[in-house]
């Protein structure tokens, strides 16, 4: 249930329903908007008598939120939420670029990778230390070491990290080098993770699972917005379908939906979603004409040496060219990259 005020209520209107909300054992979620405060009310909406809440100064309307997730929904924030990250607001008028290898290597792969998507335009640098592998043979990632080499890239180039969390006791540590942590597809329902996270100060990009519905997705991002981090970024990463020939399905109805139902900020990963290089281009334009608020792209400076998904991975010089594709699309539905 949300209570609407009516334009220009003041503070004290405002506090007074609060109160007699909070006064029945349920929590309240104040959504300020530029003209008037919308009232969340979270908890067994039952114990609350809306012809009660009617009766108070201010009150324009009450009306029932029937989604399962409220605090994510836009109904509780119908304005954009921006998360900040160094000078990028991603969620904002300008599209944020996530760029980097899949994995952190070694520190000359990684800063050559990092300096090259800087010069291209990237605002953000991808890179994987803790790697979730389908095989426990694989590659597993560098560890903190892998973290340390960002960190240093991240001084170097002014470049903010992003890199994924694994499980709830490497929180302190990527905490020491990150700007945002990502939760893997694999992870989106490992409710502990989602819980630790929560309590980060960081920024979460919120991997959608590869067999999860965007609901299912929403329900997810509640879990980190309840526990009290309200700065989740929603991705699109590609789903499984029948079909075989790219490793997912990029679904790019995802985005506008979203965008319809949250007030979270939208990624399109087009890397993880096609699975090829050569498709990474379409995707990536597709999704910023969807309406993504940001990107987070593969780049690798050796692909056919990647220790993983080289496959899926652009050169430099072609992500270059991509961005300044990616510059053309944005100018057309009157956004910058
Ligand atoms: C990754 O970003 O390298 C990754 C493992 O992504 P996903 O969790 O989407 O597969
Ligand atoms: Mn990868």
């Known amino acids: 249930m949300i209570v609407i005020m009516k334009v220009g209520v003041g503070e004290e209107a405002i506090a007074a329903v609060q109160e007699q909300i909070e006064g029945q054992g349920l929590r309240t979620h104040l959504s300020q908007g530029e003209e008037r405060a919308i009232i969340g009310i979270i908890g067994d909406k039952s114990v609350i008598s809306a012809d009660n809440l009617m009766r108070l100064p201010g009150v324009e309307r009450i009306m029932p939120v029937s989604r399962p997730f409220k605090l994510a929904s836009r109904d509780f924030h119908p304005e954009d939420t921006i998360v900040r990250v160094n000078e990028c607001q991603i969620g904002g008028n300008q599209i944020t670029i996530m760029a980097g290898p899949c994995s952190v290597e070694g520190e000359e792969q990684f800063m050559d990778i990092a300096y090259s998507v800087r010069e291209a335009g990237a605002h953000i640098l991808r890179g994987g230390a803790f790697k979730p592998r389908t095989s426990p043979y694989s590659f597993q990632g560098m560890g903190e070491e892998g973290l340390q080499i960002m960190a240093k890239a991240r001084e170097e180039t002014g470049l903010a990290i992003v890199t994924e969390i694994m499980a709830p006791d490497q929180l302190s540590l990527i905490e020491k080098y990150a700007d945002v942590l990502q939760i893997g597809t694999r992870n989106m329902q490992n409710y502990a993770l989602l819980k630790t996270v929560g309590a980060s100060r960081l920024p979460v990009l919120l991997k959608r699972g590869l067999m999860s519905t965007i609901e299912e ?99 430099p010089n072609r992500f270059m060219e991509l961005m300044s594709q990616l510059r053309r699309v944005a100018g057309a539905i009157d956004r910058t990259v």
């Open 217 to 315: 997705l929403l329900m997810s991002a509640e879990y980190i917005l309840a526990h009290g981090n309200p700065n989740v970024m929603l991705c699109e990463r590609g789903i499984r379908t029948f079909e075989t020939y790219t490793r997912n399905t990029l679904d790019i109805n995802a985005v506008p939906v979203l965008k319809e139902l949250t007030h979270l900020p939208v990624i399109v990963d087009p890397s993880h979603a096609t699975g090829k290089w050569s498709l990474v281009k379409s995707a990536s334009l597709a999704g910023v004409a969807a309406g993504a608020d940001g990107l987070i792209i593969e780049v690798h400076n050796q692909p056919e040496r990647a220790m993983s998904d080289g496959a899926q991975s652009l050169k």
